[in-house]
């Protein structure tokens, strides 16, 4: 089973022809309740979250544009947000400068590039909304990884199939030398799972602004790298 990467290791050793499409889990976030009626989807991100988003778009190499989509939800978008903030704090003026922030040498008035909303990052692996819903009401982490361990439920696409789709997307999405798609764990994990062979359960998820770069070079070539703006990519609960 492979390991996470470090962002700041995975970012040093990027190569200048190489492009990076990352699929990647929102920033901190408060706890989601049970009483919640909307399972959390008004639920934004904590102080910390923001500003470790922001230390993780600084790790980018400041050469190279940059494309951002999320998942409409709020605490996604805002994740996105906070990278593009990073990356133009580190001085990227493909990224622009902030309002507010110190100058980072990019152009005057510029602004920060737009986040783009995409329903279906909200919901990458479900299949039937209503079958989702009883998957949200009651032990979410539990049928989540049944789904992945059986590769059968009602809510969900057959996994391995639904990810090499996912990764399709993602590359066929992307138009810049970064590209940073921001959403949830539930479907970071199945990625991770397919794609790097990587187990998880309810007691051992992954982590905030944790994810799966799908690396591509100037040859078409194409690796696949576990990578972590965290301390580490695992929650133990």
């Known amino acids: 089973m492979r390991d996470f990467v470090q962002a700041s290791d995975f970012f040093a050793s990027f190569k200048s022809t ?10 901190e976030r408060p706890h989601i309740t049970a009483a919640d009626a909307d399972y959390g989807a008004h639920v934004g991100l904590t102080d910390a979250g923001r500003e470790r988003a922001v230390a993780l778009g600084k790790m980018f ?8 989509y999320s998942s409409p939800v709020g605490r996604c978008m805002d994740t996105a947000k906070c990278i593009a903030e990073g990356r ?30 995409l329903a279906v990052l909200g919901h990458l692996y479900v299949k039937d909304y209503p079958s989702y ?26 996994l391995h199939e639904r990810a090499e789709e996912v990764r399709k997307f993602m590359l066929e999405k992307g138009t810049a030398r970064f590209n940073i798609f921001a959403t949830h764990d539930a479907w970071v994990v ?3 799972v397919h794609f790097c062979k990587m187990h998880f359960t309810p007691q051992r998820w992954m982590n905030y602004l944790t994810g799966i770069a799908f690396v591509v070079n100037s040859d078409g070539f194409e690796r696949v790298v576990p990578v972590t703006g965290m301390e580490s990519g695992w929650l133990e609960f």
């Open 18 to 27: 190489e492009r990076v499409y990352l699929l990647v889990r929102h920033a």
């Open 133 to 158: 819903l009883d998957v949200l009401n009651e032990r979410f982490y539990q049928n989540i990884c049944s789904w992945i361990d059986s590769d059968d439920h009602p809510a969900f696409y057959p």
């Open 88 to 117: 133009a704090l580190a001085g990227c003026c493909g990224e622009s400068q902030v309002a507010g922030s110190p100058d980072t040498g990019c152009a005057p008035g510029a602004t920060l590039p737009e986040i783009t909303p």
């Open 190 to 192: 199945p990625t991770l």
């Open 61 to 68: 190499p400041p050469e190279g544009d940059a494309v951002y």
